[in-house]
């Protein structure tokens, strides 16, 4: 018998996740990744570490290196999809050649969403999303400059934080404030300071208007009305999902849409991490949630699915943890107590640090942390994921918060089913 | 694979710190400790949290240099010159395993000290235990099972025979009798097969004979509750009171399930059989179930024990106790073997039903040594009864009221057990 094909569009954490997962089911699978990009797989989300020198390029490929060689992955570099034949289980390449599939997964993540700004032209600015275009920027680095960062996502602010440390000046334009999906205005402003305080510039609340060429340099038209002069222009105001061509996949919130077992609307094809736009973990609601633990989880579940394993997925829960500077934060789930009021809400503040948990009923629903002393945002995760009772624990877990949550998953003991 | 495990066991101390202590002087200058104490009076609650070394840890999935990596041994190594310090493992890792350095922008993570941790050396409670799996490993010898076998389908016995025979190895003579665990054609020693009333004294007569040539060779007898509680329980007692030197496992199995599921004399309270029906008349076995185990204990034999195939580690702890023991006199094991046929349980959950067995005291792991009693593993909180007879259908007509018969019966044979081992016999 022919061993089964799998095809892989996209070679990032899901991707990888996906054909570990199809691997551990399938030992004559033959799994193929196929990239536009030209390089080894790697994660995105470390990229901002290559500024200041904390991961070099060599590293960065390792992982990527080593998990194609265990699971005997042949990765295609250099080609993009041109459109996903779904009838004759085929895809094609821009380069016109068609490739056949057994079961197809689309992993091709997000790329950056680039507003429209008066006289830009896109050869004047940088993204931070690919490795190339890390590369790109890291090649123009060589001596101090003026930098603007346009956008003030999670890449957006470590990036910014890096390049402050090696000694550039900074200036975030942020549309509203910095990341403000991710934290609460309390502990983003604790940021911010920590930010003026290592010589960056924060402009909340204004958009880039124009942006034109004078010699060498870029003059900015911020909404405020000030002109800003800069060497580089990086904008990261936001992602939006790498899409495939084909019109009968349903899109929803910006994603392809897929059921809980990452399974899309037509046969033998699904699609996981940034592309994919999964049931949330509270309401079903299906959208994508960008962040790489859940990539992973779906790349995962996928490729069980993918070689025969019935393998739900609980759905995605927003997790976020950030060492930026001196300080510390992270957010799990819910954290807006102001979307439903029907949350409980308890915080507390002692010096520096801060928490704030949210019940409904007798169940954590989210988390966020600032500062807190050695704490293990994972233990949070999975007392909402398993919906483990807290009970009448509730005062207990915020006054105790690393004890008391260590404590509710050692008394009820569960272990990851996936 | 077998992997290296730390185990907690039980309540710390509140005020101990030793484990920690121990930890942050795990290098030669003072280090941020990788185990952290719990402390939560409150709820009585005091205990200590490290790394559990998980078998697909997912900080490894989702750490994106790859500085995390798993041991051959099984344990989770973070290399700390390939960590950028992102966090995503503390962010994922639901047991608290990852902790953040201060000083550097770097994660870290228990790695057993590599291979010699230095928190249970220091905790005198003996509550944080470091087992290594070469220690089992090199304990066990050739496979002895030819391929194929013999039982139906989800039957534990299979591990069990290979385990023992494993650990044994080959210098042994197997006895038997008519039951399902015959290996006459299976096993890779010689066997002997015998009646159900005398397999005890079969197996005295050959090591009798053994001693008389000058060899050590072990005559092992494999056989079931039957023939051990029942018809062959006259000569197997008296073998044990002239001390024979033979080492005698009983896989119970709580009724004659080779004939068809007749009730036995270690057929538990409430059972159905075939012989203990349920209906108008019947409500399944009525009174206690014979402790043959602690009846062999106390014929004042050189080894008895109780073990299971839930846990390994315990049942060749053992083993290797019964094969010194028996250089010397008689060892007794018996063996808990869940029947999914007789009992009536998915045959997929032998390894689930045998857990719960010992979790919920229905079959306490313990051992006498030369008379001296000791409890092998005892259990932290343990399971209602219910947690083990809703598995199987054997009790599924069983009422509240006899469930709490059951689960008193439970509490006091075991809490004899415990008696005995506290009073050092």
Redesign the interface.
Known sequence: MDSCKYLIIGAG?AAL?AA?AIRTCDKNADITLVTREHNLP??P??LP?LLSG??TEK??F???R??LADLKVKLICNKEVAAVLHETNEVKFTSGECQKYDKLLIATGAGPQIPAIENLESDQIYTFRTFDDFEKLQKTLTNKQSIAIYGAGLVAVEAAEKLCMAGHAVTIIARSSLLRKYFSPKNVAVLEQAFSKHGGRILTNNTLVSAKKVENKLELMVSNGEKLVVDRLIVATGVTANMVENDLIPRVSGGLKVGKHMETALPNIYAAGDVAAAPSFYNGQNAPCPI??EA?LQG?IAGANMAGKKIAYAGWIP?????CFDE?L?S?GITDAQLEMAYQVLEKQEGSSTLKLLFKDEYLVGAEGLNMK?I????F??LIKEQIPVEK?QE?LLA?P??????L???HGKT?AV | MLNNTLTVRDNCPPSCTLCVEACSRRTVSVSEPLI?K???P??N?H?V?TCNQCS?P?CL??????AISKSDSGTVVLDSD?C?????C???????G???KKAE?KSQKCDYCGDDPQCSKACPNNIISYDKASVMAEQMGEDLLSPGLPYCAGCGMELVDRQTLQILGKDVVLFGAPSCNVLSSKAKVPYYGTLMTQVASSATGVSRYFRHIGKDTICLAIIGDGATADLGFGQLSAAAERGERILYICYDNEAYMNTGIQRSSTTPYGSWTNTTQVGSRGRGRQGAPKNVPLLMAYHGIKYTATATLAYPEDFMRKLLKAKEAVKEGMAYIHVLAPCPTGWKFDPCRVVEVTKAAVESNYFPLWEAENGIFKLTHEVKNPALIQNFTKMMKRFAHLSEEEIKHLQEYVNFSFEQIKRIAASKG
């Open positions: 954490p996740a570990q790697y994660s989300a470390v570490y904390e991961l590293d960065l390792v992982k990527g080593d998990l790489l633990p992973v995962k997790g976020n943890y950030l060492r510390s992270f799990i050695s293990h945002p994972g233990v995760l999975k624990n207990l105790k690393r004890e008391t949550a260590c404590w998953m050692l008394k990851q | 952290e719990i402390d939560l409150e709820v609650f205990s949290l697909q997912e999935a989702v750490c994106p240099t790859g390939r950028v310090g992102c966090s995503i503390n962010l994922v890792c639901p047991y608290g990852i902790v953040p922008h």
